[in-house]
């Protein structure tokens, strides 16, 4: 099994910064690519930014120049920056990885709890 856990949400004004955190444990034999997605309550979840092992990187392009997705393969770690958060970038915030729990194993991608993100004055 594996488990990921999610932190660094909450409450942020207009123009503020977060920095969200998952960090994965459990069975894991080789990660592949890590990412966040979003979701608003009646919308279906989108894709933030996903970054591969060879470190590329995707953004959507709503976040595009505001937002940085990295990883620390030592700690299993995704992180996402968020800087100069809009009302807009409120939403549900899901780590995503595709990993292999074993040699043996194909790929298999795994989710987070989420955390929620809110951007109000």
């Known amino acids: 099994q594996v488990q990921l856990v999610e932190s660094g949400g909450g409450l942020v004004q207009p123009g503020g910064s977060l920095r969200l955190s998952c960090a994965a444990s459990?069975?894991?034999?080789?990660?592949?690519?890590m990412a966040w997605y979003r979701q608003v309550p009646g919308k279906e979840r989108e894709l933030v930014a996903r970054?591969?092992?060879?470190?590329?990187?995707d953004y959507a392009d709503s976040v595009k120049g505001r937002f940085t997705i990295s990883r620390d393969n030592s700690k299993n770690t995704v992180y996402l920056q968020m800087n100069s958060l809009k009302r807009e970038d409120t939403a549900v915030y899901y780590c995503?990885?595709?990993?292999?729990?074993?040699?043996?194993?194909?790929?298999?991608?795994?989710w987070g709890q989420g955390t929620q993100v809110t951007v109000s004055s």
């Open positions: 995503n990885v595709d990993l292999q729990t074993s040699a043996r194993r194909g790929r298999s991608e795994w």
């Open positions: 459990g069975s894991i034999f080789s990660l592949h690519a």
């Open positions: 970054i591969r092992r060879d470190t590329t990187t």
